[in-house]
């Protein structure tokens, strides 16, 4: 199937009414097959529901002619193979469920009525139309400056997508076809760039006022690095830049006007205006992004070693507060294997994102070079990784320009992994293709 355009891959859950019918298939359903088999007039139809909220396809089709029915083959068809993945011998069953969907990814499907023919036993296949499609199938990408190396990614309120870098001191602003729309000078120097759970560079995200603000760490040879916190007004005007009185700043996140800035050592929290209002002290976790989900304090966390939990691998933690001394939902799990690189397992994620609904979250995961998806705390399908000799579709991992430390050390080159996801208000996924340059964008 050819979608008419890019975003029409969005109706993940109308009927696809893709059908391919070979001329011998529509022939054979026209004839009739000896006593007691029935004449159709065509193919038995089948409709399609794909929904990404819960990773399935539902398949409805038409109930055929009683007489010497025997059963419905249900058929996914993959590599142009026929595989029966279910039998209903009811007639009157004629709805089947598809769980646990990949995204990106065509499915094919056709059911089969099979009917007696004849008093000798055989049978007859009476195969329906063919119907495809997916959930978050692939909708477009475009290419981002050279050198850019995106990494982290902001909506805002009405509806541009603003993007960040490690590589450069720049906001890039596209709409959501990909189509730019200028960038916004923060940093006229180098940015001084950190490795602790992932790369950590600029960050940035929108108050309720519809001002954005970044932090980042501005490097000068043989210094420390020099944190700075910069905040535009909507139309792109910068309004000022103060200087941070801490180690190195990693992560913002903003609740309306609540500011969240955390670095090495601590948490602070500011108003809109830059003005101190509480700080807390960070545990003895790496934290690779924070954010705010339905009004909760959430971060992408790595124990170092075994944490108070007991966590073997990274997490995203839903908190009770800023303070983190409380914790409403954990999304991930531990390996059952040394090789495992399963479903829900998290090796080095380095962003993640809600949905408008709130009801599922995105991660990317790129130590396993993938978006893993939950929902209600539990695993619910994922995109990207690698098959066999196939390489992945997404650049998580390459190398840049990295401190050794803190302490005026210079840059050195190291590979690393990087990655940024955003939503849009409706439901499309934005993925920071960091080492390949680009933006990705897939369907709700």
Same mark, same amino acid.
Request: hydrophobic letters at 40%; proline letters at 6%; glycine letters at 10%.
């Given at each position: 199937m050819t ?7 969005s109706?993940?859950r109308?009927v696809?009414?893709f059908?391919?019918?070979?001329a011998?298939i529509?022939l054979?359903?026209?004839?009739p ?5 029935p ?5 038995p139809?089948l409709r399609?529901?794909f ?8 398949l409805t089709?038409?109930?055929?002619p009683a007489?010497?029915?025997?059963r419905y ?5 993959q590599?142009d193979?026929?595989r029966?993945v279910?039998r $209903?011998?009811d007639?009157?069953?004629?709805t089947?469920?598809?769980d646990?969907l990949?995204?990106d990814r065509a499915?094919?499907?056709r059911?089969s009525?099979?009917?007696?023919a004849?008093n000798?036993?055989?049978?007859q &296949?009476?195969?329906?139309t063919v119907?495809?499609g997916?959930?978050?199938r692939?909708?477009s990408?475009?290419q981002?400056s050279?050198?850019?190396l ?8 009405d509806?541009?997508?603003h993007?960040l870098?490690v590589?450069a001191g720049?906001?890039e602003?596209?709409d959501?076809?990909?189509?730019a729309l200028?960038?916004w000078?923060?940093n006229?120097?180098?940015n *001084? ?10 960050s940035a ?6 001002? $954005?603000h970044?932090?980042y ?8 690095p020099?944190?700075?916190?910069t ?12 200087p941070?009185k801490?180690?190195?700043v990693?992560?913002?996140a903003?609740?309306d006007r609540?500011?969240?800035i955390?670095?090495i050592?601590h948490l602070q929290?500011?108003?809109t205006e830059?003005?101190?209002t509480?700080?807390?002290p960070v545990p003895p976790?790496m934290?690779s992004?924070v954010?705010f989900w ?9 124990p ?7 966590w073997?691998?990274p997490r995203l933690?839903?908190y009770?507060?800023a303070?983190?001394?409380?914790v409403? &939902?954990v999304f991930?799990?531990?390996? $059952?294997s040394?090789?495992d &690189?399963?479903a ?14 709130g009801?599922r979250?995105?991660?990317?995961n790129?130590g396993?070079?993938?978006i893993e998806?939950f &929902? ?10 690698? *098959?066999? *000799?196939?390489a992945s579709?997404?650049?998580?991992r390459?190398t840049t320009?990295?401190?050794a430390d803190v302490?005026?050390?210079r840059?050195?080159d190291k590979e ?5 996801? *955003?939503?849009?208000h409706?439901?499309?996924v ?5 080492f390949?340059g680009r933006i990705q964008?897939?369907?709700?």
């Amino acid at each position: 199937m050819t979608p008419n355009s890019n975003d029409d891959w969005s109706m993940t859950r109308a009927v696809f009414p893709f059908c391919i019918t070979l001329a011998g298939i529509l022939l054979s359903a026209c004839l009739p097959f000896g006593a007691g088999a029935p004449r159709l007039d065509g193919p038995p139809s089948l409709r399609v529901d794909f929904d990404s909220a819960t990773a399935s396809a539902h398949l409805t089709w038409q109930r055929p002619p009683a007489t010497g029915f025997l059963r419905y083959e249900v058929e996914r068809i993959q590599n142009d193979e026929y595989r029966v993945v279910a039998r $209903l011998v009811d007639s009157s069953d004629t709805t089947w469920t598809d769980d646990g969907l990949v995204g990106d990814r065509a499915y094919r499907y056709r059911v089969s009525c099979v009917f007696a023919a004849g008093n000798e036993g055989k049978e007859q &296949r009476f195969p329906s139309t063919v119907v495809e499609g997916g959930i978050h199938r692939f909708v477009s990408q475009w290419q981002v400056s050279a050198g850019l190396l995106p990494t982290r990614m902001v909506f805002s309120a009405d509806g541009v997508l603003h993007v960040l870098g490690v590589g450069a001191g720049w906001v890039e602003r596209y709409d959501r076809g990909g189509n730019a729309l200028g960038r916004w000078q923060f940093n006229d120097k180098d940015n *001084a760039c950190l490795e602790t759970a992932t790369v950590d560079g600029p960050s940035a995200a929108f108050d309720g006022d519809g001002n $954005l603000h970044v932090v980042y760490n501005v490097y000068h040879e043989g210094e420390p690095p020099q944190p700075q916190w910069t905040k535009f007004d909507a139309e792109g005007h910068r309004q000022w830049t103060l200087p941070l009185k801490t180690v190195f700043v990693r992560h913002i996140a903003i609740d309306d006007r609540r500011v969240f800035i955390e670095s090495i050592s601590h948490l602070q929290q500011f108003d809109t205006e830059g003005e101190l209002t509480e700080q807390y002290p960070v545990p003895p976790l790496m934290v690779s992004s924070v954010g705010f989900w339905n009004g909760a304090f959430a971060a992408l966390v790595e124990p170092l070693g075994y944490d108070t939990a007991g966590w073997q691998a990274p997490r995203l933690v839903v908190y009770g507060s800023a303070a983190r001394d409380g914790v409403d &939902r954990v999304f991930g799990r531990d390996p $059952l294997s040394s090789n495992d &690189r399963g479903a829900g397992l998290l090796k080095r994620p380095t962003d993640f994102a809600a949905d408008p609904t709130g009801d599922r979250v995105y991660v990317v995961n790129a130590g396993h070079d993938r978006i893993e998806v939950f &929902r209600e705390g539990r695993y619910l399908t994922r995109w990207g990784g690698t *098959a066999g *000799a196939a390489a992945s579709a997404f650049g998580f991992r390459g190398t840049t320009s990295v401190l050794a430390d803190v302490s005026g050390s210079r840059p050195q080159d190291k590979e690393v992994v990087a990655g940024g996801i *955003a939503c849009d208000h409706d439901g499309f996924v934005y993925v920071a293709d960091t080492f390949n340059g680009r933006i990705q964008k897939y369907a709700p």
